[in-house]
């Protein structure tokens, strides 16, 4: 990956990232500490279980999806590493310096960490749409600029506007991933699944066709309609069960009372 890239480029991330990391290093020991209370064992252990999925899902899942290109298949997932590393070193001090008043020493937990493996997973999807138009160098200032933009917007989100925003992964997991916690039923699940993963294999067919020779738009891994149709599908899919667990709650709810009125009386 690295040899077809012209000589100044290949001289100036080795000098970029250690540079960088060498920022970090100072940053994190002079204003982080771990966090060294007693938790419950049971809590620690589920944290460290999906730090564990995401970690994996995010340094081996992504770094192989674009193993398949063949400029990028013997470097993809060690570059993919890279980045991730980076990412959430940055997202935990953006977490930390963004959400913590009055600004002092920041705790580094268990949580903290997943949520900066998550925040850098989005840096990670989305350069798969631009391989092959940038070099390493711009990938590294895009890693730096791509989530301090995310980061904030998410803190802006969740203490102005009183939003969440869901995270999910591939396309059976995007379109359920955001409304997980309403679905009832295994069947609308597989369906969910069944859907998006029908979405992404014709997207995989038919769209870049149209978005490479039609409309000009540059997608290297496939990021739209991996990520984007399946992500809009369970938006979706959120917004319709929510309309309906609303619908359901007001029909009901009046019937309830009355029932309860008339056996009390």
Not at 103 to 109: A, C, D, E, S
Not at 172 to 196: D, E, F, N, Q, R
Request: aromatic share 10%; glycine share 8%; charged share 10%.
């Amino acid at each position: 990956m690295g040899s077809k890239y012209p000589p100044s480029v290949r001289g100036c991330l080795p000098l970029w990232a250690l540079t960088l990391e060498a920022a970090f290093i100072l940053v994190f020991f002079f204003f982080t500490y771990y966090d060294t209370s007693l938790e419950d064992q049971k809590v620690l252990m589920a944290f460290y279980q999906v730090c564990q999925d995401l970690t994996v899902m995010a340094a081996l899942g992504l770094g192989f999806l674009t193993s398949s290109l063949r400029r990028h298949s013997w470097s993809s997932v060690a570059f993919n590493l890279f980045m991730l590393a980076l990412g959430v070193q940055w997202a935990i001090l953006l977490d930390g310096f963004l959400s913590q008043f009055p600004p002092g020493k920041l705790v580094i937990k268990l949580s903290s960490i997943r949520l900066a493996t998550m925040s850098a997973m989005s840096v990670l999807i989305s350069a798969g749409a631009v391989l092959g138009k940038v070099n390493l160098v711009q990938l590294v200032v895009m890693v730096l600029v791509e989530l301090t933009a995310f980061v904030t917007l998410r803190m802006v989100s969740r203490n102005v506007f009183s939003t969440y925003m869901h995270n999910a992964v591939l396309a059976g997991g995007v379109a359920v991933g955001a409304s997980c916690h309403l679905i009832s039923s295994p069947w609308l699940a597989m369906v969910l699944g069944l859907v998006a993963g029908l979405i992404s294999i014709g997207g995989a067919k038919c769209l870049p066709v149209c978005f490479n020779q039609i409309l000009g738009i540059h997608d290297s891994c496939g990021v739209h309609y991996t990520f984007g149709l399946p992500g809009l599908l369970g938006q979706i899919t959120y917004i319709v069960l929510m309309m309906h667990q609303a619908v359901w709650a007001n029909a009901f709810a009046p019937k309830s009372q009355n029932m309860e009125r008339t056996s009390c009386g």
